[in-house]
């Protein structure tokens, strides 16, 4: 068995474990950079391709549903 080093191993562990016998064509992966104001999101499938190209939201009622609104389109 591998040893963790770090919150890092442990936080891949846990996504492998969660990953594990998912279909990966129906897995989505949205970095988001976090800022003051606007936050940047983009959508990309498990193997690396964008699905959405970047897009702004601000953090509130409305930009959370537009974030959930292109998550959905996005499946």
């Not at 591998?2 to 064509?25: H, M, P, T, V």
């Not at 992966?29 to 939201?57: C, E, R, W």
Request: no cysteine; hydrophobic share 45%; glycine share 6%.
């Amino acid at each position: 068995m591998r040893l963790l080093n770090g919150k890092q191993g442990l936080r891949r562990s846990q996504f492998a474990k969660e990953l594990k016998g998912a279909d990966l064509e129906k897995v989505l992966i949205i970095p988001i950079d976090a800022s003051k104001v606007v936050q940047k999101a983009m959508i990309l499938n498990y193997f690396g391709d964008v699905v959405h190209t970047p897009f702004a939201f601000m953090v509130n009622q409305t930009g959370m549903k537009s974030l959930i609104q292109k998550m959905e389109e996005s499946k």
